[in-house]
Structure formats: structure tokens, C-alpha cells
Nanobody, 122 residues
């Protein structure tokens, strides 16, 4: 699975951004999909994920209520709507795919995009 993110950019505090991830090579319908963020000096962290079986979503506490992950398996796309952005949301956002829908471990994600930079300015 090849993944390509888009939609990053510079936004002011309180603003919104919408990220997209286009998949190719295989249909993502059989994969659990996630959005990760990596900030300078930090490890890559899972911020949101969505199940392939029933569309159940899961969010990190830091983004719950502000971010919404969604998927369109027909279009082979993954999305992340980010609202009420904060400076600590700054980082490179990666989409990733995991073949095991029930695994929550970051190591389950074996396909990665190249990332898109999000910068939240105060």
C-alpha cells in the first residue's frame, strides 16, 4: 500500500485544517488506518485511528473532541479534520495502515506515507 498525505500547512491558533491521505496499490478496506504526529525531538504518536470492520474510531486524549478521522474505502482515502488547533498540534502528520484491525500497538502499522507538515502559529 502506498500512502500520500496532503493538506498540511500553516494555520493560526483556533483554526482548522483538513488532511487527506490517498492510498494506492491495494484497497485500504482491509486495513486499520491511523494518523500519527511527530513533533521535533519526540516519538511518532498515534492520534486517531479507524477500524476496517465497523468504522469504530479511537482518539488520543489530546485531540479527542477536536479531531475527526474518517475513511472512504471506495475512494481509497483517509481523512483527518482538525479543529480548534493548538500550538502543540504542530508536527509532521503521517497516515499509516495496519493489517490487523484489532491491534492498537504502533508496531502494527506497516505502511506509511511521507508525512505532511502542520504548523499552528500563535
Amino acid at each position: 500500500v502506498q500512502l500520500v498525505e496532503s493538506g498540511g500547512g500553516l494555520v493560526q491558533v483556533g483554526g482548522s485544517l483538513s488532511l487527506s491521505c490517498a492510498a494506492s496499490g491495494r484497497n485500504i478496506g482491509n486495513y486499520r488506518m491511523g494518523w500519527f504526529r511527530q513533533s521535533p525531538g519526540d516519538a511518532r504518536e498515534l492520534k486517531a485511528s479507524v477500524s476496517s470492520s465497523d468504522g469504530t474510531t479511537d482518539y488520543a486524549a489530546s485531540v479527542k473532541g477536536r479531531f475527526t478521522i474518517s475513511r472512504d474505502d471506495v475512494k481509497n482515502m483517509l481523512y483527518l479534520q482538525m479543529n480548534s488547533l493548538k500550538p502543540e498540534d504542530t508536527g509532521v502528520y503521517y497516515c499509516a495502515a495496519a493489517p490487523d484491525d484489532y491491534c492498537s500497538d504502533n508496531r502494527c502499522y506497516i505502511y506509511w506515507g511521507q508525512g505532511t507538515q502542520v504548523t499552528v502559529s500563535s
